[in-house]
């Protein structure tokens, strides 16, 4: 979990990380939008 964010901060492309539960809350095929910018990821 350390490198993406290091690397993504390092290059300013903006992530998403730590958002808990997500492997339980997203279920395969879902359409969710992740807006790195503001840190969150919505499930539609």
């Known amino acids: 979990m350390a490198h ?4 993504a ?3 300013g ?3 998403v990380i730590c ?4 492997t339980r809350k997203i ?4 359409i969710i939008t992740v807006d ?3 840190g969150t ?4």
Do not use: K
């Open 36 to 38: 790195a910018a503001a």
């Open 9 to 11: 901060r390092e290059y």
């Open 19 to 22: 958002v808990p539960d997500a």
């Open 27 to 30: 279920s395969t095929g879902q």
């Open 13 to 15: 492309i903006p992530a």
């Open 41 to 44: 990821v919505t499930i539609h």
């Open 4 to 7: 993406g964010p290091t690397v």
